[in-house]
């Protein structure tokens, strides 16, 4: 069954009923630090969103684990972009102490070869090819119910020919003037369920990639025809869009 988890700050938490997903925690030093949530907090996730130490002792797995159990917590999710080999030992280890506890570790996809039985989340968006064809292979490798897809509501834009599959960031006030512009008609692509469009500068051609209510809940739905149950969005980024999506 389909499950939607909204990352909130603290200081947003009330604003949804969703699941939510904390963003309120970080580890500096041997310590696990929480921002100011509410003491009625039950369910969802921690997201641990830094690692600021290279030593780990048995405290810290106690305070996590504490902290879980403390505020109902079933899923500990990290999104630290860049992890050193002494943090990879340790999450190895925390995920066998929260497997006991039937709490699940989630990780970034990037480090899923140095931590096999965790969950691996990972991004909806893609740039070439097809969605379908890269959540099939991501399926293949590590199983559905291993997954966890985070769905970002993308705006960038690539620069024609491109080598690099990122592009570079717009805000939401330069998509909306592009798009006022008579002359760039914007194109859903099924492929990649994701809308674009192309305009030329004196620099050269320009390709920009963005979403709509529409074009994430084709990605929610394709991920979930292919048995990816638990779906993660950003609340800043989608609370407008709310009686869109069929939360």
């Not at 830094?50 to 405290?59: K, P, Q, V, Y």
């Not at 064809?133 to 119910?145: H, M, S």
Request: charged residues 20%; glycine residues 6%; aromatic residues 12%.
């Amino acid at each position: 069954m389909k499950q939607n988890l909204i990352l909130v700050s603290p200081d947003e938490a009330h604003l949804t009923h969703e699941k939510k997903a904390y963003l309120a925690y970080r580890i500096l030093g041997d310590h696990l630090f929480r921002g100011a949530i509410s003491s009625d907090t039950h369910g969802g996730w921690m997201v641990i969103v830094s690692i600021e130490s290279n030593t780990f002792s048995s405290d810290l797995f106690s305070e996590i684990i504490s902290e879980c159990l403390t505020f109902g917590y079933d899923g500990v999710l990290f999104l630290s972009a860049s992890f050193s080999q002494e943090s990879i030992d340790f999450l190895s280890e925390l995920k066998n102490r929260l497997f006991r506890y039937n709490i699940s570790l989630i990780l970034p996809l990037t480090i899923s070869s140095c931590c096999h039985g965790a969950k691996f989340h990972f991004h909806s968006a893609v740039s070439g090819g097809s969605l379908r064809g890269y959540l099939e292979d991501l399926i293949r490798k590590f199983g559905a119910k291993n997954l966890v897809v985070e769905h970002q509501l993308t705006r960038r834009k690539f620069d024609m020919p491109s080598s690099d599959a990122s592009g570079t960031p717009i805000t939401e006030c330069e998509l909306q003037k592009l798009l006022s512009d008579p002359g760039i008609q914007p194109f859903y692509s099924p492929e990649l369920c994701m809308n674009y469009c192309t305009y030329h500068t004196k620099d050269g051609a320009q390709f920009v990639l963005f979403d709509d209510a529409r074009s994430l809940s084709a990605k929610a739905n394709l991920c979930e025809t292919l048995g990816i149950e638990q779906h993660l969005y950003l609340f800043s980024e989608v609370k407008n869009l709310y009686s869109s999506l069929c939360f």
